[in-house]
């Protein structure tokens, strides 16, 4: 269980670093550069440490998820994104994905 809220901590950070990547403007601006950055290294490392108690394929998997879901998320809500019924219909799809290897994994 410790190796899964790891994992859920680790792919908090991708959301972060992800939307983040707006801000830098095309690492142009040094504070959002070094915020992104410092939340990849952390977000891998933690993925890291996840991934010495899951199978490397699951805790990946998982990782880039949850990721991605939670950034679409963020465009939607902070960036005026698209909200359409295809859209959200592919985002449930993600996660129906990623519940599934949680809980089909050993």
Same mark, same amino acid.
């Given at each position: ?6 994992? *859920? ?20 601006? *040094?504070?959002?550069?070094?915020? $992104?950055?410092s939340a990849m290294a952390i977000s ?11 199978p490397i394929g699951t805790a990946y ?24 019924? $295809? ?20």
């Amino acid at each position: 269980m410790k190796s899964w809220l790891i994992l *859920l901590i680790a792919a908090g950070f991708e959301i972060v670093w992800a939307v983040g990547l707006k801000s830098t403007q095309g690492f142009t601006r *040094l504070w959002p550069s070094v915020g $992104v950055i410092s939340a990849m290294a952390i977000s891998m490392w933690l993925l890291a440490l996840a991934a010495r108690g899951l199978p490397i394929g699951t805790a990946y998997a998982v990782w880039t998820g949850i990721g991605a879901v939670g950034t679409a998320i963020a465009g939607i809500l902070y960036f005026n994104e698209s909200a359409s019924a $295809v859209r959200l219909i592919c985002i449930v799809l993600i996660i129906a994905g990623v519940a599934g290897l949680k809980f089909f994994s050993r």
